[in-house]
C-alpha cells in the first residue's frame, strides 16, 4: 500500500510518515506541490494525504494535478484550517477531511476504508 | 428590527476574526507536530519493550522538535497578546517598528500562502508617535491585502516606516501594477473611516508602484 503525505511542515508530514511506515505502509513525503509531482511521476501511488493549505499550490489545486496523473487515486485532506467553508468544499472533494493534530488510529482507519481493506495494524 | 453594522467596527471585527483563525491555524500546525512527535516517541518506546533497537538521534532531533514548537506557539500566542492589547488605549505612544513587526508575524500565513514575500526595513533610530494602535494595524492588514494583488511579477513588498516633520510615514514599496484606478477601488468606506480616525492619509505613487500612509505625531492633537 504505497502513500504520498503533502505538507510544507516539514517535521510534521516526515513523523508521520515514519508512524504510518511502522505500521506497514509504504509512505512518502514531500512538502511541497512541485515535490510532490516529482514523486508521482515515478512511482505510483494507492493514496494521497494532501495538507489543504500550503504556499503558492494548496492540497485541493494539487489534487487536480494529481488526478490528471493518477486518475481514481484517493485522497485524504488534511487541515489545520478549519473553515466551515473548506471542511464542506474538501469533504464533497476528497474521501474524508481530517483537522490536525490527528489521531492515527483514526487516520489508518480512514486510508484503509478509503482503500476498502480491513485494518491493517 | 434591525442595526446596521458601522463600517469601521465591521472592519475592525473582519480583521481581528481573520487574525484569529490565521493564529488557531498557525498553532494547531504546531500542536500537530508536537503530536507526531510524541507518538513517535510512543511507538518507538513500546518498539524498545519488545527488545527492538532504538535511534538515540533520532530521538534527540523529536525532542528538539517538540521544544522548537512550544516557542513556535508561545510567540504566536504572545503576538495575539500584543494584537489584543493594542486596543487598550486609543491615544497609545507606539513604535513603528514595532508594529510592523508584529504585522509582519500576524500576516505571515496569508502572504506566504498567497506566495508574496513581505519585508521591513526597520528605522534606527524606532520611530514611535502617539496612535491608535489597533486602527494602524488595521490599516495595515488593509493596505497588504490589496498591496499583494498589485505586487507584480517580484511578488515582494516592503514596508517602511520613516520619521516626517509632521509625525510618520510608513511606505508600502514593490506594488508594481498600482493604478490610480485600483488605489480609487481600495479606498472603501473603511478604509476611509478608519483613515479620518487616524487624523492620516493614503499616497499612491503609480511610478514608483508605491504607497505611503502619513500618519500624525499625535492622535490627541487637532489635526494641522
Sequence with gaps: ?121 | MTHPLDPIGEAGLRFYSKVSASISHEIRNSLAVINESAGYLEDVTRMAKKGGNVDMNRLETLAGSMLKQVQRANTIVKNMNRLAHSLDDPAARTDLNTLLELMLHLSERTTVTRGVKVSAAFSEPPVIITTHPFFVENLIWLILDFAMDISGDEKTIELQPVKTASGAKINFAGLDQLTQNAFENFQTEPVTLMLCALKSTLQPDEKKGMITLNLPENISQPAQ
Design chain 1, 1 to 121: 500500500m504505497r502513500l504520498l503525505l503533502v505538507d510544507d511542515e516539514k517535521e510534521f508530514v516526515e513523523t508521520l510518515a515514519e508512524r504510518l511506515s511502522l505500521r506497514g505502509f509504504d509512505a512518502d513525503w514531500a512538502t511541497s506541490a512541485k515535490n510532490a509531482e516529482k514523486f508521482i511521476d515515478s512511482r505510483h501511488y494507492d493514496l494521497v494525504l494532501l495538507d489543504v493549505k500550503m504556499p503558492k499550490v494548496g492540497g485541493r489545486e494539487l489534487k487536480k494535478i494529481i488526478e490528471k496523473k493518477l486518475p481514481g487515486i484517493k485522497t485524504i485532506y488534511l487541515t489545520g484550517h478549519g473553515s466551515e467553508e473548506d471542511y464542506h468544499a474538501g469533504s464533497a472533494e476528497a474521501e474524508y477531511y481530517l483537522m490536525k493534530p490527528i489521531n492515527i488510529n483514526e487516520l489508518i482507519a480512514k486510508i484503509n476504508d478509503a482503500l476498502g481493506k480491513e485494518a491493517q495494524s
